[in-house]
């Protein structure tokens, strides 16, 4: 504490997971080496234990401590989803001779099962609120670092594993702390969502004809489970349901607050959380050893409050560049990949319409985990065709070949046009003295739409766009409930096809934290 490591720590306050990468908060010999756990090699810890039945409920107050740990195997996530999947671990991963690779499965598995019992309470009678929205991982060359290969990520069983006991001891040391130093712990908050956001998404699904209850993060969750069979259903309430929400935070206590409104944490549906669990990546958690090992020893609070409103700023702020860089290298690599496809070959997939504004549509493109607006200012004109059934809409666009300087915040990034012809879309070009006029026509169906991914510069460049439900008479399309989910179930089987995914490469986003970046 205080040492030229540790304010380094303090300033820097969280690892940055990116796409191809990680800058750690630590020195790697640090992050990768002496603080990582080794198989058979003796670590200093801090622990939390809890005595618990095969339901995974804590049977007595739980130990906290500073222990020492020496693990039995180096398991990733794919070697225990394979066996919580019935098989035996992978001849790669090698057991130390204390324990025989059966009890290792058998642990795994007992651990797996306490897991389920405790993810279901959590989301039934404990009011949790699950947004699993559709993220994203790339396949690299390794030879030449570009993404080759973009598939949706699967939340597995193990990962759930591993989360449910993480949120266990945060939830516990969350307590302890907050008991032990009203004014003096850091904790992590996460506010609820504001009353006219949540009337603004009930009128949404009332528009569409979904049902939703946004009453409590329990019934809004609820209302999520009637459509997990309705993957288009699903796919819009999820995204439309993530806009609404405040960002988590850090915040420091003060014996002052109610801690059902100061410190709640409305998507866990916890009344105090925080993060212990990381001290590697987060300095939060750091800190929040600290404070944890003062209380054990009945010492004085270690950081006063105005010391840990600034650490609480600093992380929040560091929090949220981590989080935006990390998204804009995903944005990156996609531009990359779709550049480097073969003859700048066009993309067709579906997208979902999750929204229809006066001045244009918002979409999903869930193959791709991206979303776009559509405005329709930049089209110079909109008309249904013969049979009222599809949109077409023309787009005219003039950009500088030259690429300008200086830009704007919300400037438009020139495009390199092409000739291009597909499927009843087609892109022309003509030139005009010193600028380049793009002619767009675009050939829309009603609520999954082909979508067509062009040419990339700083992000992703669609032309497409749906029928406007709300715009148009649809007389001949089957809009039932059925049929959209028939639909979704197509939808679903070409992002998340039944053949299993390869194997290692998900984990570096299992690193990245859990739903809504709690």
């Given at each position: 504490?205080?040492?030229?490591?540790?304010?380094?720590?303090?300033?820097?306050?969280?690892?940055?997971?990116?796409?191809?990468?990680?800058?750690?908060?630590?020195?790697?010999?640090?992050?990768?080496?002496?603080?990582?756990?080794?198989?058979?090699?003796?670590?200093?810890?801090?622990?939390?234990?809890?005595?618990?039945?095969?339901?995974?409920?804590?049977?007595?107050?739980?130990?906290?401590?500073?222990?020492?740990?020496?693990?039995?195997?180096?398991?990733?996530?794919?070697?225990?989803?394979?066996?919580?999947?019935?098989?035996?671990?992978?001849?790669?991963?090698?057991?130390?001779?204390?324990?025989?690779?059966?009890?290792?499965?058998?642990?795994?598995?007992?651990?797996?099962?306490?897991?389920?019992?405790?993810?279901?309470?959590?989301?039934?009678?404990?009011?949790?609120?699950?947004?699993?929205?559709?993220?994203?991982?790339?396949?690299?060359?390794?030879?030449?670092?570009?993404?080759?290969?973009?598939?949706?990520?699967?939340?597995?069983?193990?990962?759930?594993?591993?989360?449910?006991?993480?949120?266990?001891?945060?939830?516990?040391?969350?307590?302890?702390?907050?008991?032990?130093?009203?004014?003096?712990?850091?904790?992590?908050?996460?506010?609820?969502?504001?009353?006219?956001?949540?009337?603004?998404?009930?009128?949404?699904?009332?528009?569409?004809?979904?049902?939703?209850?946004?009453?409590?993060?329990?019934?809004?969750?609820?209302?999520?489970?009637?459509?997990?069979?309705?993957?288009?259903?699903?796919?819009?309430?999820?995204?439309?349901?993530?806009?609404?929400?405040?960002?988590?935070?850090?915040?420091?206590?003060?014996?002052?607050?109610?801690?059902?409104?100061?410190?709640?944490?409305?998507?866990?549906?916890?009344?105090?959380?925080?993060?212990?669990?990381?001290?590697?990546?987060?300095?939060?958690?750091?800190?929040?050893?600290?404070?944890?090992?003062?209380?054990?020893?009945?010492?004085?609070?270690?950081?006063?409050?105005?010391?840990?409103?600034?650490?609480?700023?600093?992380?929040?702020?560091?929090?949220?560049?981590?989080?935006?860089?990390?998204?804009?290298?995903?944005?990156?690599?996609?531009?990359?990949?779709?550049?480097?496809?073969?003859?700048?070959?066009?993309?067709?997939?579906?997208?979902?319409?999750?929204?229809?504004?006066?001045?244009?549509?918002?979409?999903?493109?869930?193959?791709?985990?991206?979303?776009?607006?559509?405005?329709?200012s930049n089209f110079e004109s909109c008309k249904p065709d013969a049979n009222n059934v599809s949109l077409e809409l023309i787009v005219r666009e003039k950009a500088k070949k030259k690429e300008r300087r200086g830009k704007k915040e919300g400037d438009k990034d020139d495009v390199e046009l092409k000739d291009t012809e597909q499927e009843g879309q087609s892109s022309q070009q003509k030139e005009k003295g010193g600028?380049?006029?793009?002619?767009?026509?675009?050939?829309?169906?009603?609520?999954?739409?082909?979508?067509?991914?062009?040419?990339?510069?700083?992000?992703?460049?669609?032309?497409?766009?749906?029928?406007?439900?709300?715009?148009?008479?649809?007389?001949?399309?089957?809009?039932?409930?059925?049929?959209?989910?028939?639909?979704?179930?197509?939808?679903?089987?070409?992002?998340?096809?039944?053949?299993?995914?390869?194997?290692?490469?998900?984990?570096?986003?299992?690193?990245?934290?859990?739903?809504?970046?709690?």
């Open positions: 504490m205080g040492s030229v490591l540790d304010k380094e720590a303090g300033k820097r306050a969280t690892t940055v997971y990116l796409a191809w990468t990680n800058i750690p908060m630590l020195p790697r010999e640090l992050s990768e080496n002496l603080c990582s756990l080794m198989p058979d090699v003796p670590r200093r810890t801090f622990s939390v234990i809890f005595k618990l039945n095969e339901k995974g409920e804590i049977m007595e107050e739980p130990w906290f401590g500073k222990s020492q740990i020496k693990t039995a195997a180096k398991i990733d996530y794919d070697s225990a989803q394979a066996v919580i999947e019935g098989h035996s671990l992978p001849d790669s991963v090698e057991v130390s001779g204390r324990f025989t690779r059966q009890a290792v499965e058998q642990s795994i598995l007992m651990l797996n099962g306490m897991a389920r019992h405790m993810r279901h309470t959590r989301f039934t009678t404990g009011g949790s609120l699950s947004l699993d929205n559709i993220k994203v991982y790339f396949i690299v060359d390794p030879d030449t670092g570009k993404p080759i290969g973009v598939k949706p990520y699967r939340q597995k069983e193990a990962n759930n594993l591993i989360e449910e006991f993480m949120l266990l001891a945060n939830k516990a040391v969350g307590k302890k702390i907050l008991t032990t130093y009203p004014s003096g712990a850091l904790l992590r908050r996460h506010p609820a969502p504001g009353e006219r956001k949540l009337s603004d998404m009930r009128s949404w699904a009332a528009k569409v004809g979904l049902k939703v209850d946004p009453t409590t993060a329990a019934t809004l969750n609820r209302s999520l489970k009637e459509y997990e069979d309705d993957f288009v259903a699903l796919l819009s309430l999820r995204a439309m349901t993530t806009k609404p929400m405040n960002l988590a935070k850090y915040t420091q206590t003060s014996a002052e607050d109610n801690p059902q409104e100061a410190y709640h944490h409305y998507g866990l549906n916890f009344i105090t959380y925080t993060h212990f669990t990381s001290p590697i990546r987060r300095y939060a958690d750091l800190v929040v050893h600290r404070i944890l090992a003062a209380s054990l020893a009945q010492m004085p609070a270690p950081y006063t409050e105005d010391e840990l409103s600034r650490i609480a700023h600093t992380c929040n702020n560091k929090k949220l560049m981590a989080d935006r860089a990390q998204d804009d290298s995903d944005e990156v690599f996609l531009c990359q990949y779709v550049n480097g496809l073969p003859g700048k070959k066009l993309l067709n997939m579906h997208a979902v319409v999750l929204e229809v504004f006066k001045t244009g549509v918002e979409i999903c493109v869930p193959e791709l985990a991206w979303e776009s607006r559509l405005i329709f600028e380049v006029e793009k002619v767009t026509i675009a050939v829309f169906d009603p609520l999954l739409v082909d979508v067509f991914v062009k040419e990339m510069r700083k992000s992703p460049v669609l032309d497409c766009t749906v029928v406007l439900s709300s715009l148009l008479a649809l007389k001949d399309i089957d809009r039932s409930a059925a049929a959209r989910r028939e639909r979704g179930r197509e939808l679903k089987e070409r992002v998340f096809p039944s053949q299993k995914p390869e194997e290692g490469l998900q984990d570096s986003l299992s690193e990245r934290d859990p739903q809504l970046r709690m």
